[in-house]
């Protein structure tokens, strides 16, 4: 199977494309105005528009601020404040710095529109290509399904974001200064005609590793509809929105082309190599050297390369970097830990909120808390790293226990040396850090060698807001690291910031919940509950290293229609979809009420300022000073 990966292409307002090799770039210069009217120019332009989801999936600073920050789960951390590296926290606080002025705003509307006139020149172009010995009429219809796809995709990001945009259905022919703002419901249309189009000129497969297919279009689709389902202007239309999210969503589970893959893990990592200290409970650092990037559960993807040819400058997928904690950073509570490739590049950006940790059931099966116990519900060690492993040189280290309530000296922490020999203690005392998402007694920190730091239960406080390690408590240096994005396998090393990770834009776990969430807007609760029980008992356990033993049935994880409500949606979608870059436009859908009601909620930090008009964001000040004649409308309150 051909993997599509990359290219660009000169036209007008585009970049250079090549075409579509198994991750051997063909580079395409000096080309004329009519190169995409030839059967292989089609193709080159419709790989273009692949080549741009790469401008927003996975590149980090505009994706999480705009998708994660300032939810009901995620929250900043210390290098997204005023006193860090990079002040935009407004998206977090929603305080009046938070203005039309913001740059990732400028980029995100910048990306949105360079992949919509993308889309829009294949569009123009590939219907006047005749079918020939050169150009197949399989080939020119699933090449305009693509750029359906994908013009509707740029869309719906957008219009979760903005409300009602400008629509352009051909390439811009030069530059205009003139510009009018369609109604929501008119973008929606476009949208749904988009898909339907798509669904029914693309295959059910592709050749091509990365290609939309028909399934890829049913199942944004069946997101459109939920989305759409719930917007004031819409209520007309709110019950067969939701039965064609339910009916399409479920066509997409029971298509036979996608399937869960048994251990929520591997979705995000590969087995850990031998000679890394043993993790038997899953909850180190997520280990991708053996990690296969396709899967039977992902629908579709923003395709990434570890090959340094295959990418230019921002090109690579950098959502590694923004989710780590300060493992390394504090000599006396990170003692025995140095910076590594296996544990990550630490930039600090995103802190789960105790909300967060809250949502996840963490009763272990057997033994005390700790490191390589099994949890009831998997999908929290095999999204956080809750344990770090010492890895420096040294030995023993000890302190004292000041935020124990009886005091107490610690019996000394295990060092590794750099070919992971244990130094001065016993083999398999390795660890340095324990971050659980849960309390844990006075008597459990006494006796244990390791650092332990615990969740908030109030914020923002003194031990809470910010980080107090002499009280053990999580704060905004350490935390629990979402690790679904952690990769060692950057070729270049640990300072390199050039992440190889396919971003999966759609994927069936998530599918499930959209039947789930339409079900219970349709009052059906036994459908929902049997659409989450299916995810449930994949979360349960999928065997080792995960559990030691099988508990895919076991009743305590299983949900009943009684707990059916779109609040319990909402916290399912958190456990298994925490930090997969949808949060914010989830809790936009159900309505203004409901975002804010969550986020005042969950979100200290966001309680204080968030305000009706944070339900939109600002249409971008460049968007409004550059128009010219007619004003382009602001969104209210901005």
Known sequence: MKRLFRGGLALALMVALAACMDLDEKLVSSLGSNYVSTPQGLTDATNAIYAGLRGFYGRGETDYALTELGTDIWTAADQVSSGGQQNWIYYDTYEPTYTSQGAFLDAFWGWGYTEINRANTVLDQGPLI??????????????????????????????????????????AQGVSTEATRQSEDSVY?????DLNQAINLLPVTQSDYGRATKGAAQNLLAKVYLTRAYREWNTANLQSDLQQALDLSTTVIN?????????????????????????????????????????????????????????????????????????????????????DLDNGRP??????????????????????????????????????QTVW????????????????????????????????????????????????????????RMAKAYRIATPCTTAPTADCGKDNDALGRIGYRHFPSLKKWQDNRRVTGLSSQDGGKDFPVMRLGETYLIAAEAAVGLNQPQVAADMINVLRVRAACAGPPQCAVSHKADPAIMVNSGQMTLDFIMDERARELAGEYNRWMDLRRPGKQFFLDRIKQYNPYARPNIQDKHYFRPIPQRQINGVTGTPYPQNPGW
């Open 130 to 171: 005749p079918v020939g010995p050169n150009l197949s009429q399989a080939v020119r219809d699933s090449r305009l399904g693509e750029a359906h796809f994908l013009r509707a995709l740029a869309y719906f990001e957008l219009v979760q974001e903005f409300g009602g945009l400008t629509v352009n259905l051909h390439a």
């Open 347 to 384: 930039f600090r950006r995103l802190r789960p909120t105790p909300a967060l940790l809250s949502f996840f059931d963490q009763t272990r099966w057997a033994g005390t808390p700790g490191p390589g116990t099994d949890v009831l519900d998997t999908r929290f060690d095999a999204s956080f």
């Open 255 to 339: 298509s036979g082309q996608y399937s869960l893959v048994a251990n929520y893990a591997s979705l995000w990592c590969g087995t850990h190599r031998a000679a890394v200290p043993a993790d038997p409970g899953g909850q180190g650092f997520c280990d991708v050297t053996t990690y296969s990037k396709q899967n039977s559960e992902f629908i579709f993807v923003a395709q990434y390369s570890y090959d340094p040819t295959q990418y230019q400058t921002g090109q690579t997928n950098y959502d590694h970097l923004e989710f780590l904690s300060n493992y390394d950073g504090n000599a006396a509570f990170a003692a025995g830990l140095v910076r």
């Open 389 to 444: 492993f010492a890895n420096g040189n040294g030995t023993n280290v000890v302190g004292t226990c000041p935020n124990c309530t009886s005091g107490g000296a610690l019996t000394g922490l295990t060092l590794r040396d750099a070919g992971g020999a244990v130094i001065g203690a016993a083999a398999g005392s390795d660890t340095a850090l324990f971050f659980p998402g849960y309390q844990v007694s006075d008597s459990f």
């Open 189 to 193: 249309k476009v949208i749904i005609d």
